[in-house]
């Protein structure tokens, strides 16, 4: 199983609402990551989790909040969020270390849009 | 980061080859060279990787310029399921932290 699946694929929230993506993958990957894609642009890091343990934060605002309660799952909490946050949230997840190539496996995406 | 230099796009036959460049002017000299893609709607996916050597796997052909400050994706046989964004991204081969710095990417129209 080479998958990343990402839920839901679509979402609208109005700035008020408090919502949450979801990642999963079952490849044994210890890294998970978090991007985020605008329209026509590329991805851009937000989150890194090494071993289930934050390890890079990209500056992201606040309410943004990941999570990562296993190594299977990656959690991103969504509070207070802007128009301008609207965006295509892509999850991926990679092997660490061991002098092999970690090649990053992407999901799907939620396309999320904030009213 | 390496920043990487790319054309904004390119168009193919289908069949015929591409080849696909990337400018990094500013690599290190312990990143690796990958390549992702993004077809429509879709996440990106993994193309190839390297250091100095060219590659070859099921998919492309990575040929590095001997300085290492350029690259070229090849694509032997265009189809239409090769139309995408292409990202050349300068990065470690591993680590605990290894992040993907995406550019601007090159966008690939096949022609049937």
């Known amino acids: 199983d080479t998958e990343v699946t990402q839920t839901p694929k679509h979402l609208v929230m109005g700035m008020t609402n408090k919502k949450s993506l979801k990642c999963e993958q079952h490849m044994g990957h210890r890294a998970m990551y978090w991007y985020k894609q605008k329209a026509k642009k590329p991805p851009e890091l937000m989150f890194v989790y090494s071993y289930e343990k934050l390890s890079i934060n990209e500056s992201v605002p606040s309410r943004f909040s990941p999570e990562c309660p296993n190594s299977s799952l990656l959690n991103l909490h969504l509070h207070a969020l802007q128009p301008e946050d609207s965006a295509l949230y892509l999850c991926?997840?990679?092997?660490?270390?061991?002098?092999?190539?970690?090649?990053?496996?992407f999901g799907p995406g939620t396309r999320l849009t904030v009213l | 980061d390496a920043k990487t230099t790319q054309p904004n796009s390119m168009e193919s036959n289908e069949e015929e080859p591409v080849h696909l460049p990337c400018n990094h002017s500013t690599i290190s000299g312990t990143d690796y060279i990958h390549w992702y893609r993004q077809l429509p709607s879709q996440g990106p996916e993994y193309v190839i990787h390297?250091?100095?050597s060219n590659v070859n796997n099921r998919m492309a052909s990575l040929a590095i310029a001997e300085d290492r400050k350029s690259s070229t994706l090849i694509l032997h046989r265009a189809t239409l399921r090769d139309a995408a964004v292409y990202y050349c991204i300068p990065a470690p081969n591993t680590g605990a932290n290894s992040k993907l710095t995406f550019g601007k990417g090159i966008t690939l129209s096949v022609r049937p």
């Open positions: 390297g250091l100095t």
């Open positions: 991926a997840s990679s092997r660490l270390g061991g002098g092999a190539h970690n090649e990053q496996f």
